[in-house]
């Protein structure tokens, strides 16, 4: 999740985090999403109110949001709601979607978005993002997110057990009684034997400096990566000088000044198999290990998006806490 999405964020994830214990649970069909695989992220085409297409970023690892430019093209109303103390505009999902097999969100058991002022324009799709769909869209299904063949599928059985090498489990927030808070997911990577608790991100993305995009001789804007702290970023540059460095790599605002770096790690190893090379960018340290952490099981030290998962179809069994990789 870049930062550019931190007002969205906040708005969509922490006003509606915690789930309540009457929140419903509906399983969904097989359903062969609509969707474009676009430099390593998903983005869902869903049939709006005009029978027109509505384009919304899929982000495991962000929250649920509609433009309020898109609610004003469609002349569809908002409603402002208080939530956890905090006020914000919701609107009901069935207003803007006109495909039945869609999946539909679940906030508290009600089929409603966030309505959100800001734009994306980091994300840089050939059509105008209408939003984002983030944890409250992935809840409680089971998905295939199938990077080889580029297609995403929810209600698909899961094949495996936790016992496979090639299943892991995934880390959620859960109260004093089990119950489910928090639908970001936690999973472990392993990079120069060392293991990191990481957040399972699909929409990581880097916004790329003019520089960088030079280095990795593309023309696109953006592209999925993943994310790591600083402070381990530096450890890997002083123990592998012959990793690649891409310096000055990302638009992303750093306090002190400077942008990100990009490094380029030739393997890690995630599922039961060992993958590269995979692209990280830094972040501040306090971005994940205190912040990001308030919402995970336990402290994490970055997030793993599209940079790692472009060499698996992964299943992802939400109700059940597990994941599958397979090549």
Not at 41 to 64: E, I, Q, S
Not at 123 to 139: I, S, V, Y
Not at 263 to 286: A, C, L, M, N, Y
Not at 302 to 321: E, H, L, W
Request: aromatic share 12%; net charge neutral.
């Amino acid at each position: 999740m870049n930062k550019l999405l931190l007002i969205g964020f906040l708005l969509t994830s922490l006003l509606s985090c915690r789930e309540s214990k009457n929140a419903s649970t509906i399983k969904h069909e097989p359903y062969q999403i609509p969707s474009q695989l676009y430099n390593g992220r998903f983005f869902a085409k869903m049939l709006g109110p005009k029978n027109d297409t509505l384009v919304f970023m899929t982000d495991t690892g962000g929250g649920l949001f509609v433009l309020d430019s898109v609610l004003t093209a469609y002349g569809i109303p908002s409603e402002e709601r208080e939530f956890d103390n905090q006020k914000g505009k919701i609107v009901q999902f069935t207003s803007l979607c006109n495909d039945e097999k869609f999946p539909k969100p679940n906030i508290n058991g009600e089929q409603i978005m966030f309505s959100m002022p800001h734009g994306s324009p980091f994300l840089n799709f050939k059509t105008p993002e209408a939003g984002m769909l983030g944890q409250h869209w992935f809840k409680d299904q089971i998905w295939e997110f199938d990077y080889l063949k580029k297609k995403l599928t929810v209600g698909m059985p899961f094949h495996g057990s936790s016992t496979d090498s090639d299943v892991v489990k995934l880390g959620f927030v859960v109260d004093t009684f089990g119950k489910r808070e928090i639908n970001f997911p936690r999973v472990q990577i392993i990079v120069d034997s060392d293991t990191l608790d990481m957040l399972f991100d699909t929409g990581a993305t880097v916004l790329l400096t003019d520089s960088a995009r030079m280095q990795l001789q593309t023309s696109d804007k953006t592209r999925a990566t993943s994310f790591i702290i600083g402070s381990i970023m530096d450890k890997w540059k002083k123990k592998h000088s012959d990793w690649r460095i891409i310096t000055h790599a990302d638009q992303f605002p750093i306090k002190n000044g400077g942008l990100p770096d990009m490094i380029e790690v030739p393997s890690i190893k995630i599922g039961g198999h060992t993958v590269g090379p995979v692209w990280f960018t830094s972040r501040p340290d306090k971005n994940f290990t205190e912040w990001m952490s308030q919402w995970m099981d336990k402290k994490i030290v970055g997030a793993v998006g599209g940079s790692a998962f472009q060499y698996f179809k992964i299943t992802v069994d939400y109700p059940n806490a597990l994941a599958k990789f397979e090549q």
